[in-house]
């Protein structure tokens, strides 16, 4: 006997909203918890995309295979280009958190709107409004101020080095990107649940990669260190990115930007009762510019597209 699922009312759909936003926004507390068990942030990744790619792939190869099978070449390769800058992006940022503070990382990660729109002038050919512009330039003043308050400071972790993680956080921003950049050329003819989960399986792929070249130890660590990998695929990967995305059927796609921008608001939270990280009023004048920026570029494409439209 198979169950047949209705569309969910609205309630159902906040409720899933809610609990997907929730169960992300805990991924940098899990890998934090991780890193403090010794095991290596590219085996983290690697262990979260590896473990979200595996439990859709059932659902996906049932419904549809014939899809996948019928998509262009281009459509595919874009794809797993897509999926490769995902999992760099993952990597990245799970290393980022070695060095700098969860705050710091959610700072920095919150620029991403801002690369969006400079890549989308070097690669889509896009013409920006001043008021986009100001906006960037103000989130990158706000992302300086960050960078300059945090690189004197103690790492996160022993050993870490505050100014390698605004690096590394940076780029993991970039490379996030460019895989939202790269999606809206691959997306125009596949649906969205077999171009998700090229993106998942090419991003496990990726962080195999990395793993076989850094010539990472997968085995030997202690069975915590495993437990917050596996709680971190099952809240962030398997939780938060798969149900956002079932929703994503049903709500707008602006809708649910909106709400995403809470991950980082709650994550910061977490690290702030969780981990007792307290950021410097330096750093806080720093992000309160960055979300200022990051709100000016929104504002300004939010009303481009209701123009055009």
Known sequence: MRLKLGQPSATQLWIMVTLSTVSWSFGPICIRFALQHDVPPDLI???RMIVGALFFTPY??????G?????????RWLAILAGAMFGLSITLNTASLEHISVIIVQALVATIPIWVAILEVGILKVKLKGSVWLGVFVALAGAILISWATSGEAPALEGGNPSL??????????ATSLYIIIGRKARGSVSFVPYIWLVYTSGAVTSLLIIAVSRTPVLGYEWQGYFWVLL???LAQIIGHGVLNFVLRYLSPTTLTVTAQTVPVLSVLW??????ETPTMTQVVGSIVLAIGVGIVLRAQN?????SS
């Open 45 to 47: 990744s690697s262990g």
């Open 60 to 65: 996906v190869w049932r419904k549809y295979a």
């Open 165 to 174: 993680g605004i690096i590394m956080a940076l780029i993991s921003a970039c």
């Open 232 to 234: 971190l695929a099952i």
């Open 67 to 75: 899809e996948i099978q019928a998509m262009s070449a281009r459509s």
């Open 303 to 307: 009303r481009a597209k209701i123009q």
């Open 271 to 276: 690290a702030l009762l969780i981990l007792r």
